[in-house]
């Protein structure tokens, strides 16, 4: 079972070489924002999440977000991260943060770079 949680997790760490390597620079878990967002990025107004596919129940079509067993605890937990992070996000979004979530899933994918860049310059 893939498992995604906390703080420093390696898809975010990935994400956070990204970014470094592009030249932006970002705080890190700022507690002062709604769901401690993974990234961010203070003067353009702008968060990037990194979301675990199973942690965060990616999309349907992600092959990483069933569990395995202990289908029921496991479910019920997973409901309400999706409803936190729902939360989240629209508390963000209200305070007039811009964000960019990007999924385990789609760390290794080329266009990863230009997605940030893109979201970042924007
Ligand atoms: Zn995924």
Partial sequence: ???VRGKGTKPELAVRAL???LGYRYRLHDRQLPGKPDLVFPSRRKVI???GCFWHQHSAACKNITPKSN???WSAKLRRNVVRDAENLK???REGWKVL??????VEKRNLTERVRRFLDA
């Fill in 1 to 3: 079972m893939r498992c």
């Fill in 19 to 21: 970014v470094h390597r």
């Fill in 49 to 51: 999440l990194v979301h």
């Fill in 71 to 73: 289908t029921e605890f």
């Fill in 91 to 93: 508390a963000l979004l």
């Fill in 101 to 106: 979530t990007v999924w385990e899933c789609q």
